[in-house]
């Protein structure tokens, strides 16, 4: 199945442009000369629940709000090896009605593996928040904003 999507950067020191559109299909990705490694999009997101996550993790500084997140450094404690962590708030998305929007993303970054997009580590649901762990980026912060088009839009 083909898909197209569109890469948005920044962080708190820029604000890139939106990238024209690219396209992936999914059978031919293994022709790709960058390597690039695509699961399946359309599999269950597998969430850590919220006491191995309270027991496996420790939170530390915000280092940037936004309009429907916060992203923290976090800790993973077994290994001291450190993430950050996209806290998204459920009062506020679904104020908005913005649950898809967080759960597209989520399947997209997990789903996508490539050494210019931030890798997907793990989800964890609670009670009032969904929270996307991501690799640490040597660039402090810098989100990715990926939106996924396929041949019905």
Known sequence: MPYSFRVYAFNEYFKG???????????????N????????????????DENEFNVGYALGDTIHRGQFADVKQITRNATRKRYVAKCFSMQLLRKQQRWDDVEREIRILRTLQHRNIVAYHAAVKT??????????????????????????D
């Open 127 to 152: 009670a009032d928040q969904r929270i996307l762990i991501m690799q640490r980026s040597a660039l402090r912060v810098v989100t990715i904003r990926l939106v996924l088009f396929t041949d019905q």
């Open 17 to 31: 442009k939106m990238s024209q559109e690219v396209g992936v299909d999914l059978k031919l990705s293994a022709l």
């Open 33 to 48: 000369t960058e390597p690039l490694s695509i699961q399946s999009f359309d599999a269950e997101v597998k969430y850590i």
